[in-house]
């Protein structure tokens, strides 16, 4: 099965547990009933930002959308695990992303790698609620965070608040980043 296919049944499974309609998730979340059915299904793989609403309207973390299995303590992720692109999930707006420690419990924070292509990213502003930190391994990119538009090259890094809007255009062929968001209790 593929990653999407295992996070729409896991989003399903989820929602059914908790006896709550797609209409009902997907009206929480500011979308249509269409797309929250598309994403349960497995036909589309949604961005983050997505992801966020939708774990936010079922009460849980993303990690619980992309981790079944749960663990206390420390989480030992070895390059290799990541390094396979069959564990990456790409989305349906043109970038790929590895969840970190999506396993361990309780988080309040979310650590991803991500990669954007030139001309495969599609236009679409991010708004969520917590706060983001990215750090440039690779590439150049421009980042647009409310009205403020800043050129991110190696070693760069961008904090701000997640509900400001923000955007991603890469300027070289391919760009990689670590983000980490946070997203704090109620």
């Given at each position: 099965?593929?990653?999407?296919?295992?996070?729409?049944?896991?989003?399903?499974?989820?929602?059914?547990?908790?006896?709550?309609?797609?209409?009902?998730?997907?009206?929480?979340?500011?979308?249509?009933?269409?797309?929250?059915?598309?994403?349960?299904?497995?036909?589309?793989?949604?961005?983050?930002?997505?992801?966020?609403?939708?774990?936010?309207?079922?009460?849980?973390?993303?990690?619980?959308?992309?981790?079944?299995?749960?663990?206390?303590?420390?989480?030992?992720?070895?390059?290799?695990?990541?390094?396979?692109?069959?564990?990456?999930?790409?989305?349906?707006?043109?970038?790929?992303?590895?969840?970190?420690?999506?396993?361990?419990?309780?988080?309040?924070?979310?650590?991803?790698?991500?990669?954007?292509?030139?001309?495969?990213?599609?236009?679409?502003?991010?708004?969520?609620?917590?706060?983001?930190?990215?750090?440039?391994?690779?590439?150049?990119?421009?980042?647009?965070?409310?009205?403020?538009?800043?050129?991110?090259?190696?070693?760069?890094?961008?904090?701000?608040?997640?509900?400001?809007?923000?955007?991603?255009?890469?300027?070289?062929?391919?760009?990689?980043?670590l983000a980490v968001f946070a997203v704090f209790p109620e």
């Amino acid at each position: 099965m593929s990653i999407g296919k295992q996070l729409g049944s896991r989003i399903r499974l989820i929602r059914k547990q908790q006896n709550r309609t797609l209409e009902e998730i997907a009206s929480a979340c500011g979308f249509t009933k269409s797309l929250l059915s598309k994403i349960e299904n497995g036909v589309t793989t949604p961005p983050i930002s997505t992801l966020m609403k939708i774990a936010e309207s079922l009460g849980v973390t993303v990690s619980d959308l992309l981790e079944e299995s749960k663990v206390d303590g420390t989480v030992y992720t070895p390059s290799e695990t990541y390094k396979n692109n069959d564990s990456w999930i790409k989305t349906e707006k043109g970038y790929s992303f590895y969840a970190f420690a999506a396993s361990r419990q309780d988080k309040i924070m979310q650590p991803y790698y991500f990669v954007a292509k030139k001309g495969e990213i599609k236009s679409h502003v991010l708004s969520h609620s917590g706060e983001e930190f990215l750090y440039v391994l690779e590439g150049e990119m421009k980042y647009r965070v409310a009205n403020t538009e800043y050129t991110l090259t190696p070693g760069d890094t961008i904090y701000f608040t997640s509900l400001e809007e923000h955007t991603l255009t890469p300027i070289t062929e391919e760009v990689r980043y670590l983000a980490v968001f946070a997203v704090f209790p109620e």
